[in-house]
């Protein structure tokens, strides 16, 4: 460990005079985005609706499969909801001592005691996984809980204005069945090593699941290349860049002591990720379990003193959420552009339906793959319904929600947030700039677990290539803190969403898997209360 630590700062010091060098990096820049520029556009393409309305075509797959995943499984994202709260608290944990041994499939590379449902596949008798059911539902809520909740819903609002709100808790909802099923998936057909470490995702669900081998090794390769650009750019680069610009504008802005100083900031959380990243999912999974709950109470308190600080507008705040939702007439061109809005927010920032959190809840332990898909299903919940309305709530009823604030970008709509909190507490800047620090440092070691799984499933499983994709992650963390690289990091933001292509496909096909895992597990379940 102390090696590779080494090794990443000498790594890190000639990129500091590069990343210095902002006429290089824009050079660099400007040509990265002329030769990747086809594939944002293709990605981010807006398909005229009206003549003021224009929607990006991925939505309609991730809005439409959660839509189906709802009904297929019969409303689990409501029928599920408590019974998924029972399990993170423990209540079914006698269940992972019982089972009939066939509800995880795990690779034949290691030696087995009883064969699973696949014939290719076998299940490890006493390596059930890494982490527990909550360690993984914050693993993977770090990644999604973050910027987005923050900056991304103050433009929402302030384009499609407060009746967005309303869509974008209907998309939270919704996506709760989406991420559901790919997490329910991500346990079935994991792979787990004779030393109890798990490799699971998309990949793996796409390459087993699929009876088209062909077409599931296909559509598995194109989801770990965009997964790992993914990791580096949206995951990483934009992260820290955005956690620079606000600690850099809270310490004086232009004025402050870190004007400058990027590269600095980037190799102090270079190191921190490297030290926790260098762990694997379980270092990773000790941190966001403390991590996640701290930052999430923080903000919804705070969130929730500045509504009842304005408590006599509360009943407004309301009012204008559910008239805007079906206003004929609104700020972004009517009822159809305030649900656009809403539907975007929420799918750019639970990410149901991409896949991503499939890697991270793979890794729990657990007999039942229906267990954590449950689990999972409370992440488009807490971070879209529970966060993102907090978001909009304080934003409304502080008077921010204006037209003139539609075309503000992620640093700058950040402070208007930040501006919105300050009106109710005069410090709290403060605290959001370091709960900001804090979305950006977990959201970029949960988003290292999910790049290094791709990485490993194209290069292989050695620690010579783990430790080559850990040093370069962790490179550009001090390139994203301190270079303008706004290309690349489109360019990576296309990628997380390239990943909902291969995803989407693979979801859809094995969904009848999914239903037969859910049944096997309330079946079980029935049974420990049925003996009670």
């Known amino acids: 460990m102390k090696k590779t630590l080494l090794s990443l700062l000498l790594l890190t010091t000639p990129l500091i005079t590069f990343a210095q060098e902002k006429g290089l990096d824009q050079?660099?820049?400007?040509?990265?985005?002329?030769?990747?520029?086809?594939?944002?556009?293709?990605?981010?393409?807006?398909?005229?609706?009206?003549?003021?309305?224009?929607?990006?075509?991925?939505?309609?797959?991730?809005?439409?499969?959660?839509?189906?995943?709802?009904?297929?499984?019969?409303?689990?994202?409501?029928?599920?909801?408590?019974?998924?709260?029972?399990?993170?608290?423990?209540?079914?944990?006698?269940?992972?001592?019982?089972g009939d041994g066939k509800g995880i499939e795990v690779s034949n590379s290691v030696s087995t005691t009883e064969k699973g449902d696949n014939p290719d596949t076998v299940r490890v008798e006493g390596h059930d996984g890494e982490v527990s059911h909550f360690q993984a539902l914050t693993a993977a809520l770090s990644a999604t809980v973050g910027l987005g909740n923050i900056a991304g819903v103050a433009i929402a609002v302030s384009i499609g204005g407060a009746g967005a709100t309303f869509w974008m808790i209907v998309a939270g909802f919704l996506g709760m069945a989406s991420k559901f099923v790919e997490c329910t998936l991500g346990v079935k057909y994991r792979d787990i090593e004779a030393d109890g470490t798990v490799y699971g995702g998309p990949m793996y669900y796409l390459t087993k699941g699929l009876k088209n081998k062909t077409l599931g090794?296909?559509?598995?390769?194109?989801?770990?290349?965009?997964?790992?650009?993914?990791?580096?750019?949206?995951?990483?680069?934009?992260?820290?860049?955005?956690?620079?610009?606000?600690?850099?504008?809270?310490?004086?802005?232009?004025?402050?002591?870190?004007?400058?100083?990027?590269?600095?900031?980037?190799?102090?959380?270079?190191?921190?990720?490297?030290?926790?990243?260098?762990?694997?999912?379980?270092?990773?999974?000790?941190?966001?379990?403390?991590?996640?709950?701290?930052?999430?109470?923080?903000?919804v308190a705070a969130?929730?003193?500045?509504?009842?600080?304005?408590?006599?507008?509360?009943?407004?705040?309301?009012?204008?959420?559910?008239?805007g939702a079906f206003s004929p007439e609104g700020v972004a061109g009517g009822a159809v552009g305030v649900l656009v809005q809403g539907f975007r927010r929420a799918a750019f920032s639970n990410e149901a339906g991409i896949g991503s959190a499939s890697i991270a809840h793979s890794a729990v332990k657990t007999k039942y793959a229906a267990s954590e898909g449950l689990v999972a299903l409370l992440e488009p919940f807490i971070d879209t319904v529970v966060v993102c309305t907090m978001t909009a709530l304080v934003l409304i009823i502080t008077g921010n929600v204006t037209a003139e604030n539609a075309s503000l970008n992620d640093a700058q709509a950040i402070l208007l947030t930040s501006g919105a909190f300050e009106s109710a507490i005069s410090w709290f800047p403060y605290v959001l700039t370091v709960a900001v620090v804090l979305f950006a440092f977990s959201s970029m070691i949960s988003w290292s677990y999910y790049g290094f799984q791709g990485w490993s499933y194209l290069f292989g499983r050695s620690k010579k290539m783990e430790y080559t994709y850990k040093v370069i992650f962790c490179v550009f963390v001090v390139i994203?803190?301190?270079?303008?690289?706004?290309?690349?990091?489109?360019?990576?933001?296309?990628?997380?969403?390239?990943?909902?292509?291969?995803?989407?496909?693979?979801?859809?096909?094995?969904?009848?898997?999914?239903?037969?895992?859910?049944?096997?597990?309330?079946?079980?379940?029935?049974?420990?209360?049925?003996e009670a």
């Open 27 to 98: 050079q660099i820049d400007e040509a990265f985005g002329n030769a990747t520029g086809w594939f944002v556009d293709f990605i981010f393409y807006q398909i005229p609706f009206t003549d003021t309305i224009s929607i990006y075509w991925v939505l309609f797959p991730l809005i439409l499969g959660a839509m189906y995943f709802t009904f297929y499984f019969n409303f689990i994202n409501f029928r599920g909801f408590f019974t998924s709260i029972n399990i993170v608290r423990g209540k079914y944990d006698g269940l992972e001592g019982k």
């Open 303 to 323: 969130s929730l003193y500045v509504i009842f600080f304005n408590y006599n507008m509360i009943g407004d705040a309301f009012g204008q959420i559910f008239s």
């Open 480 to 530: 994203g803190s301190a270079a303008s690289l706004g290309s690349v990091i489109g360019f990576s933001d296309a990628m997380v969403f390239a990943m909902m292509v291969p995803n989407m496909v693979g979801l859809i096909l094995l969904a009848p898997k999914v239903k037969g895992e859910l049944k096997k597990y309330t079946s079980a379940i029935k049974g420990i209360k049925a």
């Open 217 to 299: 090794k296909i559509l598995a390769g194109f989801f770990a290349i965009f997964v790992i650009g993914g990791s580096f750019g949206g995951g990483n680069m934009f992260q820290v860049n955005q956690a620079f610009q606000l600690v850099e504008n809270i310490t004086g802005g232009k004025e402050s002591f870190l004007n400058g100083y990027g590269w600095a900031f980037g190799v102090v959380m270079a190191f921190l990720v490297g030290i926790v990243i260098i762990g694997g999912i379980k270092k990773i999974a000790k941190v966001t379990d403390k991590i996640v709950p701290f930052m999430v109470a923080i903000y």
